[in-house]
């Protein structure tokens, strides 16, 4: 009990000791004070939350989402860190809600990147076999564009169910869900046409 009161007051004093008016107008010695009593809340903030969606996330990949945030937190002449206000809670705590939005911010850029990549590899296969093509006939028009979508990830990428949830931003119940009504439907067009 006595040692968390005087890990708050230490905490306090450290909130304290920096100048905020003197680190917002670029003062050196006031930015790297900052940068050493806060880099860890930072960092720790930073891996938690990347790890926690990736488990393996780097060394690198930390180091760059943080950076990140004290780029944020200068941007547009500090106008971020400027709106920190000690009334609503300790300068560490504001430091790791940034540090983690930021994070967020940074993991979902990834998945948007990533599916454009993806949408952009399905873009230049075919929507149809080519008549040489020893595929037999799908009927890929009798398919929705999502049900086309995860068959080419799953089948023509060889991604696996995990790989594609992650992309489309779907559980892999419903990667499992749409592959098998599609999988149903082409079954179902291959007997008609046998018949």
């Given at each position: 009990?006595?040692?968390?009161?005087?890990?708050?007051?230490?905490?306090?004093?450290?909130?304290?000791?920096?100048?905020?008016?003197?680190?917002?107008?670029?003062?050196?010695?006031?930015?790297?004070?900052?940068?050493?009593?806060?880099?860890?809340?930072?960092?720790?903030?930073?891996?938690?939350?990347?790890?926690?969606?990736?488990?393996?996330?780097?060394?690198?990949?930390?180091?760059?989402?943080?950076?990140?945030?004290?780029?944020?937190?200068?941007?547009?002449?500090?106008?971020?860190?400027?709106?920190?206000?000690?009334?609503?809670?300790?300068?560490?705590?504001?430091?790791?809600?940034?540090?983690?939005?930021?994070?967020?911010?940074?993991?979902?850029k990834?998945?948007?990147?990533?599916?454009?990549?993806?949408?952009?590899?399905?873009?230049?296969?075919?929507?149809?076999?080519e008549?040489?093509?020893?595929?037999?006939?799908?009927?890929?028009?009798?398919?929705?564009?999502?049900?086309?979508?995860?068959?080419?990830m799953?089948?023509?990428?060889?991604?696996?169910?995990?790989?594609?949830?992650?992309?489309?931003?779907?559980?892999?119940?419903?990667?499992?869900?749409?592959?098998?009504?599609?999988?149903?439907?082409?079954?179902?067009?291959?007997?008609?046409?046998?018949?």
């Amino acid at each position: 009990m006595f040692q968390d009161i005087m890990t708050e007051h230490s905490q306090t004093t450290r909130d304290m000791d920096i100048d905020l008016g003197r680190l917002c107008s670029g003062d050196k010695r006031s930015w790297d004070a900052f940068v050493e009593a806060n880099a860890r809340v930072i960092y720790w903030t930073a891996a938690s939350v990347l790890r926690k969606r990736n488990p393996h996330a780097s060394e690198d990949a930390v180091r760059d989402v943080a950076q990140e945030v004290f780029l944020k937190l200068v941007q547009h002449d500090y106008r971020l860190l400027r709106s920190f206000d000690p009334a609503k809670s300790s300068l560490r705590t504001w430091l790791a809600v940034v540090a983690r939005s930021t994070t967020l911010d940074h993991l979902r850029k990834e998945v948007r990147a990533t599916r454009d990549l993806i949408e952009a590899e399905l873009e230049e296969i075919p929507a149809e076999p080519e008549a040489g093509d020893s595929c037999p006939d799908i009927p890929f028009e009798a398919l929705s564009s999502r049900q086309r979508m995860v068959l080419r990830m799953l089948y023509e990428l060889d991604m696996d169910v995990r790989d594609v949830a992650k992309n489309l931003e779907i559980t892999e119940q419903t990667v499992r869900s749409i592959r098998h009504q599609a999988l149903a439907r082409v079954r179902a067009h291959m007997l008609r046409g046998e018949a």
